[in-house]
């Protein structure tokens, strides 16, 4: 079993920064890719940033230049740091990680319960 807990949402007015942890846990030889998705009210989740076991990143278009992930592998969480934030930015923040078991076998991890993140004066 792989967890997963997101923290670190809340309400923030526009412009304003938030940063999301993502701690994940249980059976773990190492994490191989951890990724952030969100899901706003009537939409599909969609992708924003996910980083590799290298430290390369990607990021959506949409967040380019505002947002940045990290990670901190001695304590397998991975980071979100979102800056200049706007109501566009309003919703659920997931994370998810693709891990290597002590089996030595490949494991998505399950969602975890997400943390809201809303941008409004």
């Known amino acids: 079993q792989v967890q997963l807990v997101e923290s670190g949402g809340g309400l923030v007015q526009p412009g304003g920064s938030l940063r999301l942890s993502c701690a994940a846990s249980?059976?773990?030889?190492?994490?191989?890719?951890m990724g952030w998705y969100r899901q706003a009210p009537g939409k599909q989740r969609e992708s924003v940033a996910a980083?590799?076991?290298?430290?390369?990143?990607h990021y959506a278009d949409s967040v380019k230049g505002r947002f940045t992930i990290a990670r901190d592998n001695r304590v397998n969480t991975a980071y979100l740091q979102m800056n200049s934030l706007t109501p566009e930015d309003t919703a659920v923040y997931y994370c998810?990680?693709?891990?290597?078991?002590?089996?030595?076998?490949?494991?998505?991890?399950?969602w975890g319960q997400g943390t809201q993140v809303t941008v409004s004066s």
């Open positions: 980083i590799t076991s290298d430290g390369s990143t």
């Open positions: 249980g059976n773990i030889s190492s994490i191989n890719a």
């Open positions: 998810n990680a693709l891990v290597t078991t002590r089996a030595l076998t490949p494991f998505r991890s399950p």
